[in-house]
């Protein structure tokens, strides 16, 4: 192996290294929310926002960071982002109340947009050669998924040691490791000062996720205010049509909306959102379930959810290995119906049969690891390199947006599902309407009833879980049906039909 080929492959495991963080980072406090809600005393829809400001913010700014990217460097990027990534790691770990962790979550999210569009177009300027990229990009879409599906793991083991806390510290080290690395073996800069960074675009994004979530959140609680919905979706729909219109007028605008033209592109940014809906809802609920209802500490609820990831890790590495040859459908489509049939699995055996759940994990992942790694080959292999940032920065809005929506409508979803349905035993106070933790923790308290409480609140919330995960699977049953009649035209010698021309 030759001293450059060496360099290219180390420079890959630093940016996926990266790309570990910055996935861990969403999926680590789904089996850490139940302690953070506890030991911060925050709301049930305080713990759902602790989660959401980081995708929020990210999926806000990505789309800026990535034309800043080509215009500063992706390699400058990649490294600024590092450094804001540990300094917000610090400030999450001793948030004293749920408001401030929130407001790191979301400091965390400016870190993490700088690096995520920087890792994956470092990809894509250091691999030349086309099998070699498909497989490093398959590298990079398997550290999305093991990431994701490793968060819960690694908070259950921290969090049986050390203060909640300890699941922000985690990422210092590694962020001084990849610094030193990237420094050591990225290539140089390459910066490109006649592209135009828009930081209004990128606010208006923000605005427009911002309302959308809150517009979700607050339809889905007991009692919603009407007000604050309809001010939500009008931030939403201002913000979301002044974005497009703002695109438009731009002579160098953050998204080019012509290159949704390429069926394979938009295929793959399709792919990526549902395959992230569904890993990020399977991910949430689950830990949430068995913690909650079967009593599992965090850490077996961890490696539970993990079986998502066993049954990823191989497929989407072959997936990756095998597209020149069997093309975008049977990979993407099969890939979702195979996920969708995982997820069937998981809800109807949840609560019988501990063998059969942990098989449909696995289904659901290796259906799921599949699509994921293609996704990003279609997306990164229909651009010129020139506007290798800005397909990178959609590729990741579209992961983001995939779990935000997840977490926002399906952690709504199962508070309202639980709320509407609970039937709560005579004597018992209403809060204990508003969540399972509620509940039991008035059981806990001597609340009057507390058996009939516990089985009540336990019943109704599996009840919840099993409408959860029926959404899940009718969703990627719409991405099989939606991606298939896009990619019917793809053979495998059209797998990678080439840069989009418009």
Do not use: C
Request: hydrophobic share 55%; glycine share 10%; no cysteine.
């Amino acid at each position: 192996m030759t001293t450059g080929t060496s360099r290219r492959w180390l420079l890959l495991a630093v940016v996926s290294a990266g790309l570990l963080l910055i996935t861990l980072d969403n999926s680590i406090l789904y089996a850490a929310l139940p302690t953070l809600v506890e030991d911060l005393g925050a709301t049930s829809s305080e713990g759902l926002w602790i989660i959401n400001a980081y995708p929020v913010v990210m999926a806000g700014l990505l789309l800026g960071s990535g034309t800043l990217g080509d215009r500063v460097g992706h390699r400058r990027m990649f490294l600024i982002g590092l450094v804001v990534f540990g300094a917000a790691s610090l400030v999450a770990a001793f948030s004293p109340t749920p408001e401030a962790l929130i407001g790191s979550r979301a400091f965390l999210a400016v870190g993490a947009a700088a690096m995520m569009p920087a890792t994956l177009a470092l990809i894509r300027v250091t691999f030349e050669d086309e099998r070699e990229r498909n497989v490093a990009i398959a590298v990079w879409g398997t550290m999305a998924v093991v990431g994701s599906a490793l968060g819960p793991i690694i908070s259950g083991i921290l969090l049986q040691h050390f203060w909640w806390g300890s699941v922000f510290i985690i990422n210092v080290p590694v962020v001084v490791i990849a610094l030193v690395a990237t420094l050591a073996l990225a290539p140089p800069n390459d910066p490109d000062p006649s592209k135009h960074w828009d930081l209004v675009s990128s606010l208006l994004a923000l605005v427009a996720l911002v309302g959308l979530v809150m517009a979700i959140k607050e339809t889905a609680k007991t009692g919603p205010a009407l007000a604050v919905i309809a001010a939500a979706v009008l931030a939403a729909t201002v913000g979301g049509w002044a974005f497009a219109r703002r695109q438009r007028q731009l002579p160098h605008p953050l998204l080019e909306f012509a290159i949704f033209r390429n069926r394979a592109f938009l295929w793959g940014v399709l792919a990526a959102g549902f395959a992230l809906f569904a890993i990020s809802g399977v991910q949430l609920v689950t830990t949430q379930r068995f913690q909650l209802v079967e009593g599992f500490t965090p850490l077996r609820a961890g490696f539970l959810v993990a079986a998502v990831a066993l049954g990823a890790f191989p497929t989407a590495m072959l997936g990756g290995a095998v597209l020149h040859r069997v093309g975008l459908l049977p990979l993407i489509t099969g890939g979702l119906a195979l996920g969708a049939g995982g997820t069937v699995l998981v809800l109807l055996n949840f609560a019988t049969s501990m063998p059969l759940l942990v098989t449909g994990l696995i289904v659901t992942g290796a259906g799921l690891g599949a699509a994921m790694s293609v996704a990003s080959s279609a997306i990164m292999g229909n651009v010129p390199a020139r506007r290798a940032g800005m397909a990178s920065s959609v590729e990741e809005v579209s992961y983001e947006f995939g779990g935000l929506i997840a977490v926002a409508l399906l952690g709504s979803l199962l508070t309202a599902v639980y709320s509407a349905t609970v039937d709560l035993p005579a004597g018992v106070p209403e809060r204990a309407r508003d969540s399972l933790d509620s509940a039991l923790a008035l059981a806990g308290e001597g609340a009057g009833a507390d058996t009939a409480l516990i089985t009540a609140a336990s019943e109704a919330f599996d009840g919840a879980y099993f409408a959860v995960m029926t959404v899940v699977a009718a969703a990627l049953a719409v991405g099989t049906l939606v991606t298939g009649l896009l990619l019917r035209r793809h053979g495998p010698g059209s797998a990678l039909s080439g840069p989009a021309h418009h």
